[in-house]
């Protein structure tokens, strides 16, 4: 299993420290294997056995879990509340 731990950084970590949060934890539930998507891609014209090697393990859903401390402010800006 090998997911690109930059992509994680970037899409979790990154928002989540800006917005205040520490402790941030990401704990994967599913790792999608090419297999997965076979039917879908298929129908869509995609040769699964071509990409198969780029994208086999690549994609995953997780809980994301984090701590906003006390104190900490509540809002990010004046769009995030509007």
Do not use: H, W
């Not at 995609?46 to 701590?67: E, H, N, T, Y």
């Not at 900490?72 to 509340?81: D, H, I, P, R, V």
Request: contains cysteine; glycine residues 6%.
């Amino acid at each position: 299993m090998k997911i690109t731990n930059i992509i994680i950084y970037m899409i979790v970590f990154i928002p989540k420290k800006t917005a205040g949060f520490e402790q941030i934890e990401v704990e994967p539930t599913r790792i999608y294997r090419a297999e997965d998507a076979r039917e879908t891609l298929l129908r869509e014209g995609i040769d699964i056995d071509a990409i198969a090697p780029q994208v086999d393990g690549k994609f995953m859903s997780a809980f994301v879990r984090a701590l906003k401390p006390l104190g900490a402010k509540t809002c990010c800006g004046s769009m995030c509340c509007a």
